[in-house]
């Protein structure tokens, strides 16, 4: 990974102007196999820009922060970017123009974006990204405001093949999990940002859990029965209720990596031994599938009604889950 960026402490450092030769010269960037670059507080020209990207055959990844495109967007194609992350402003400006900073990259799979504006025009956006970025279908989308962001993407901006989606917790309502299912013919990964911000997943300390939507919950058990290729399913914060997720059974057979909090299972230990009985669990089918018998007095019994055999037996529903997080650190099957 490379930053460019010159420093904040400057008076309006979006005055600064600098050479993209002497911020990375081509060479270097070649040789480093460079794959990830930050560009950040800076006003940069549009000829720099390409021949950064130009010397940078190898980038995947992007990122704009708090930078001032300046000039005529260029005729200039780099065909191996994958993700893009910038501000709404930087990538949707406010003035209506048939060029667009997408056209640099056309194969784009992956889009975050952050701070929208409280109004923004919906179909100058979906136009924007329909004739340049035919590949997208993941998207991160943050906003610090009430903007339906989450909605308008998943409703009006995006084709329907949306395979994954990342948003604020606190955004999640009745119209952002509609919304959601609207795709659940291609979702393979719904997640939501860390929640507090920055909090440690895999801190020595049971992650907190919030009351925001809970009387919902079971609103959301609709994800994922509903989405049959879900593999990523990422809802640290809320916590679920075994009763309701009892109800119905999910439809994402090939889940791998899970991370959702249930009520009742508040402690390391009661975690901890769910974690135990599903990792027996998977040894135990493991076991059967090479042919060496499993006596029934080592199997989880069916009479167990502990939150945490509910819990394991839950889990041991999907073959492939690989990745599992239920409040105090992630563990895997072995």
């Known amino acids: 990974m490379y930053s460019l960026h010159t420093p904040t402490n400057k008076p309006d450092s979006l005055a600064h102007y600098v050479f993209s030769s002497a911020l990375v010269p081509s060479s270097a960037i070649a040789t480093l196999g460079l794959s990830v670059l930050i560009v950040s507080n800076m006003s940069l020209t549009n000829d720099g820009l390409v021949t950064i990207l130009q010397g940078s055959p190898r980038l995947t990844g992007l990122t704009f922060a708090c930078v001032n495109l300046i000039g005529p967007i260029l005729s200039f194609q780099h065909t191996g970017m994958k993700s893009l992350n910038a501000d709404f402003k930087f990538i949707f400006p406010d003035a209506p123009t048939d060029a667009s900073v997408f056209s640099y990259f056309p194969n784009v799979e992956r889009l975050n974006v952050w701070d929208p504006p409280p109004t923004f025009s919906s179909g100058r956006i979906k136009e924007i990204l329909t004739r340049h ?56 990964s719904v997640r939501h940002f860390s929640f507090p911000d920055g909090i440690d997943m895999e801190a020595e300390q049971v992650a907190p859990v919030s009351n925001h939507f809970q009387a919902w919950g079971s609103f959301l058990q609709l994800i994922p029965r509903g989405c049959s290729k879900l593999e990523t399913l990422e809802l640290n914060a809320h916590e679920m209720d075994m009763d309701v997720v009892e109800q119905g059974e999910w439809a994402c057979k090939n889940l791998k990596n899970i991370q959702i909090r249930v009520k009742g299972l508040d402690t390391k230990d009661k975690i901890l031994k769910a974690i135990a009985l599903w990792r027996k669990g998977c040894w135990q089918r493991w076991q059967e599938e090479a042919g060496a018998p499993v006596g029934a007095e080592r199997r989880l019994k069916e009479t167990d009604t502990s939150i945490e055999a509910r819990v394991a037996r839950h889990l041991l529903k999907f073959d492939k889950l690989w990745t599992v997080w239920l409040g105090y650190q992630s563990w895997n099957p072995i």
Request: charged content about 20%; glycine content about 4%.
């Open 133 to 188: 970025c035919p590949r997208l279908t993941g998207y991160k989308l943050q906003d610090k405001t009430g903007t339906p962001l989450v909605p308008e993407f998943c409703t009006n901006i995006a084709a329907n093949n949306i395979t994954e989606i990342m948003f604020r917790f606190r955004h999640i309502s009745l119209e952002t999990v509609s919304a959601i299912l609207m795709h659940q013919a291609s979702l393979k």
